[in-house]
Nanobody
Framework: AVELRESGGGSVQAGGSLRLSCATSGYLYSMGWFRQAPGKGREAVASLISTDNIIYSDSVKGRFTISRDNVKNTLDLQMNSLTPEDTGVYYC???????????????????WGHGTQVNVSS
């Protein structure tokens, strides 16, 4: 069974940084991070399709960095210059689903972690 376990969430002031980590049960081909802000749907913020195919949402581009360690079986998300708009539950995901007409649009995933809360105060 595929297991994904997030850690590293918490509270931080605007301008600060957090690093999320996802421990996986093994090597998984495509992985990423989604977030769900209060009252909103779940959106993909960083997707690692392969080492040379990484997709960031416009809202986090230049501030967030996704990386994976294939030896430790972990997927990390370094989040810098955080703003209150980054507040939400962050989910680690594997087996990313892509829109047939736009392969850069990540629409969901086959496997999900339970999520970790990130709160950014102004």
């Amino acid at each position: 069974a595929v297991e994904l376990r997030e850690s590293g969430g918490g509270s931080v002031q605007a301008g600060g940084s957090l690093r999320l980590s996802c421990a996986t049960s093994g090597y998984l081909y495509s992985m990423g991070w989604f977030r769900q802000a209060p009252g909103k749907g779940r959106e993909a913020v960083a997707s690692l399709i392969s080492t040379d195919n990484i997709i960031y949402s416009d809202s986090v581009k230049g501030r967030f960095t996704i990386s994976r360690d294939n030896v430790k079986n972990t997927l990390d998300l370094q989040m810098n210059s955080l703003t209150p708009e980054d507040t939400g539950v962050y989910y680690c995901a594997a087996g990313l689903l892509r829109e047939p007409g736009d392969r850069r649009k990540i629409t969901g995933a086959d496997y999900w972690g339970h999520g970790t809360q990130v709160n950014v105060s102004s």
